[in-house]
């Protein structure tokens, strides 16, 4: 036995059906953003790398051997333009990508700092 009666399912309507911010007075400018790419090798593991005390089996690594990245700032009229970018093929990708970033985020950060006084 029921005890509510069924219900009638409700198809939005074309009209709403899309959702779209509008509220843009409420957003905030970025002054930076970061593209990058990681670029990576596919080495196969051997039996011994393999073994695992997990259920899952593994069967390949990914060794980064690369990288690329932009860093793109807004100037004084709102505006974005390259700031600098920085591009790398070779032995420790990993390890020297972050090393930039880092040096790129001082830059970003005093950039900053000395925008706000």
């Given at each position: 036995?029921?005890?509510?009666?069924?219900?009638?399912?409700k198809?939005?309507?074309?009209?709403k059906?899309?959702?779209?911010?509008?509220?843009y007075?409420?957003?905030?400018?970025?002054?930076?953003?970061?593209?990058?790419?990681?670029?990576?090798?596919?080495?196969?593991?051997?039996?011994?790398?393999?073994?695992q005390l997990?259920?899952?089996?593994?069967?390949?690594?990914?060794?980064?051997?690369?990288?690329?990245?932009?860093?793109?700032?807004?100037?004084?009229?709102?505006?974005?333009?390259?700031?600098?970018y920085d591009?790398?093929?070779?032995?420790?990708?990993?390890?020297?990508f972050?090393?930039?970033?880092?040096?790129?985020?001082?830059?970003i950060?005093?950039?900053?700092y000395?925008?706000?006084?």
């Amino acid at each position: 036995e029921l005890n509510n009666a069924p219900q009638i399912p409700k198809v939005p309507t074309m009209e709403k059906s899309i959702k779209e911010f509008k509220n843009y007075k409420c957003m905030q400018a970025n002054p930076y953003r970061i593209f990058w790419d990681l670029e990576c090798l596919i080495e196969k593991l051997t039996p011994e790398e393999n073994a695992q005390l997990t259920r899952t089996e593994k069967l390949q690594r990914h060794k980064p051997c690369g990288y690329s990245y932009v860093v793109v700032g807004m100037d004084s009229f709102g505006n974005y333009e390259i700031t600098s970018y920085d591009s790398y093929r070779g032995p420790n990708a990993l390890e020297r990508f972050v090393d930039k970033l880092e040096e790129e985020l001082a830059e970003i950060k005093a950039d900053l700092y000395y925008l706000r006084k």
